[in-house]
C-alpha cells in the first residue's frame, strides 16, 4: 500500500467500482505523488497513460497519434479525440483506466476536448466502461481558471481530488536511518512533497545531504527550487525579486514596497498569483485575539524547498559557483540553519495537536485554530473549542532548554492578546528546566512534550 495515501486510493477505487464511465480531475503541485497514486491505483487493472505536451492542438494529436501507432492501437497521423478514445478503449469489454496527464495542456489549446470526452463517456458506441484520471500539477489554473474554461462540462466531472502534502510522521516513516531531529531539518528543506524525498539519503547526515545533494552543480535539486517557480509563471524578474525580499525577512506589504521600489499594487497582484499557485501564504492572527496587539497580515513562503532556495541559494549565487559545497553549507547554511528549521519545527508541533484531537487526547476537542502573529513575540498554536476553551503552544527549537521564563513569556503574550489559556503545551527540542518541571506537576493544565515523545 503507498504509504500515506490510503484516502485518495480508497476515493479512486469507489469511482473506479461504479458501473458507468466517469471522470476525475486528480491535482496537486509538482512532485507530490500524482504519478505513484495512480501507478499504485492502476496496478492490478487495464489502463492507458498519455502524457499532454505543451503544444499546438495539432501537434498534440500527432504527437498523440505517433504512441498509439507505437503501442499498435492506431494507423492515423492525426486523428481526432473521439478516434483516440476508442482506440484506446478497445474490444476487451473490460472496464479500463485512462490516465491523461497534464491534461490542462490540451484543453488550453483545444476548445472542444472536454466536449469530446464527455461525449465519448455517454456514448452507447463506446466498447467499454472507462474511468478517465485527468491529472494536472497546474494547481492555480484547476482551482481558478478551469471552471470558466469548460464551462458546463464541468458538472458532467464525477469529482475532483487535490493531492496534499504528507505529514511530518510520513517522513519519519519515510527515513527510517534518521534520528527525529534530522527527520525535522529534512521536513523543513523538502516539506510533504514525497517526489523531492527521493533525493535524499538517510545513511547520509542531513548537512552530508544538502552539499551532495541539493548544493552540487549536478543534482536534481540544485536548479528544482528555481524549476518550481518558472514552470507556471512568467515575468521571473518580477517574482524572483519577491520571493528573495520575502526570503530576506520582509513580510509586510509595505517592507516589500521600501526592498524593491515595485508599487503596492504591483506587489499585491504578483503575491495574489503566487498565493494561487501555493507557494506563499498571507498569515493573519487568530480572529479571536485581541487586534490593536498583532500584525495585520504577514507573507510567508509556504513551499519549503522554494523557502530554502531563496534563502540559502539564490541570493549567494556567485559564492555558489566558487566554493566547494562544504564550504558554502559552512559560510551561508549553517549560522542560520537553527532559526530556519525552528519555523518548521512549529509545523511539527501544529500536526501533532491535530493528531492528538483527532484521537481525542486532549482535554477538549478543539474546533478552529491558528496562531497570534504579535508586534511583541508570538503563539505558536491557539486553539478553541465551540464553547471558548482555548489552549495554546509554544514551540522551542533553537534554545537548548525550554525555561520557567518562556512559560511567563506564553502568559504574557496571551494576556496581551486577551486570551484566557485554559491549556499550555510547551514543546521543545531539547529538554525542560528543573523550575518548569516542577510547575508542570502541580499544574495539571500544563503539559511539556519533548520532541522524542511526539
Not at 480531475?25 to 505523488?33: E, S
Not at 499546438?56 to 492525426?78: H, I, N, P
Not at 494536472?136 to 481558471?145: D, H, L, M, P, Q
Not at 503545551?425 to 531539547?430: G, P, R, V
Request: glycine residues 6%; charged residues 25%; contains cysteine.
Amino acid at each position: 500500500m503507498l504509504s500515506g495515501r490510503i484516502s485518495e486510493l480508497e476515493y479512486l477505487n469507489q469511482n473506479y467500482d461504479r458501473k458507468d464511465s466517469q471522470a476525475l480531475v486528480i491535482y496537486g503541485q509538482k512532485h507530490i505523488g500524482k504519478t505513484a497514486l495512480t501507478k499504485e491505483f492502476v496496478e492490478d487493472k487495464p489502463s492507458y497513460y498519455y502524457l499532454a505536451k505543451p503544444c499546438s492542438e495539432r501537434e498534440q494529436v500527432y504527437q498523440w497519434g505517433l504512441q498509439l501507432k507505437a503501442e499498435g492501437l492506431a494507423e492515423t497521423d492525426f486523428p481526432d479525440f473521439p478516434d483516440i478514445f476508442q482506440s484506446i478503449c478497445g474490444n476487451s469489454g473490460s472496464k479500463k483506466v485512462i490516465i491523461i496527464d497534464e491534461f490542462q495542456n490540451i484543453v488550453k489549446a483545444n476548445g472542444t476536448f472536454m466536449q469530446d470526452l464527455v461525449h465519448f463517456l455517454h456514448s452507447e458506441e463506446k466498447r467499454c466502461n472507462v474511468t478517465v484520471l485527468l491529472c494536472s500539477s497546474a494547481v492555480g489554473w484547476i482551482e481558478n481558471s478551469m471552471i470558466d474554461k469548460i464551462g458546463d462540462i464541468a458538472y458532467e466531472l464525477s469529482g475532483l481530488l487535490k493531492i496534499r502534502e504528507l505529514s511530518f510522521i510520513d517522513i519519519v516513516h519515510r527515513f527510517p536511518n534518521f534520528r527525529i531531529e534530522e527527520c525535522v531539518e529534512a521536513y523543513a528543506i523538502l516539506g510533504g512533497i514525497p517526489g523531492l524525498w527521493n533525493q535524499f539519503d538517510d545513511r547520509l547526515t542531513i548537512r552530508q545531504n544538502i552539499c551532495k545533494n541539493v548544493l552540487n552543480p549536478d543534482c536534481f535539486l540544485f536548479d528544482e527550487g528555481q524549476r518550481m517557480v518558472a514552470d507556471q509563471l512568467r515575468e521571473m524578474s518580477v517574482y524572483n525579486t519577491i520571493l528573495a525580499s520575502i526570503a530576506a525577512g520582509n513580510h509586510k506589504l509595505n517592507d516589500m514596497y521600501l526592498h524593491t521600489e515595485f508599487s503596492r499594487a504591483k506587489i499585491s497582484v504578483y503575491l495574489k498569483n503566487l498565493m494561487e499557485l501555493e507557494l506563499v501564504e498571507k498569515v493573519f492572527s487568530y480572529d479571536a485575539v485581541e487586534k490593536d496587539s498583532v500584525q495585520k497580515g504577514v507573507y510567508r513562503i509556504v513551499n519549503p524547498f522554494v523557502d530554502f532556495y531563496f534563502t540559502y541559494m539564490y541570493p549567494y549565487m556567485s559564492a555558489l559557483q566558487t566554493l566547494s559545497s562544504e564550504e558554502y553549507y559552512n559560510e551561508y547554511i549553517y549560522p542560520g540553519f537553527k532559526k530556519y528549521v525552528a519555523g518548521y519545527f512549529k509545523q511539527v508541533c501544529r500536526q501533532h495537536l491535530e493528531k492528538l484531537n483527532g484521537r481525542g487526547r486532549l482535554p477538549f476537542r478543539f474546533v478552529s485554530s491558528g496562531e497570534w502573529v504579535g508586534k511583541e513575540g508570538n503563539i505558536d498554536v491557539i486553539a478553541q473549542d465551540a464553547e471558548g476553551k482555548t489552549l495554546v503552544a509554544l514551540c522551542n527549537w533553537e534554545k537548548p532548554m525550554m525555561t520557567y521564563e518562556d512559560y511567563e513569556w506564553v502568559l504574557t503574550c496571551a494576556k496581551k492578546a486577551r486570551i484566557n489559556a485554559d491549556y499550555i503545551y510547551l514543546y521543545t527540542a531539547s529538554g525542560f528546566d528543573e523550575k518548569l518541571n516542577l510547575e508542570a506537576k502541580v499544574k495539571s493544565n500544563l503539559k511539556l512534550i519533548q520532541i522524542s515523545d511526539m
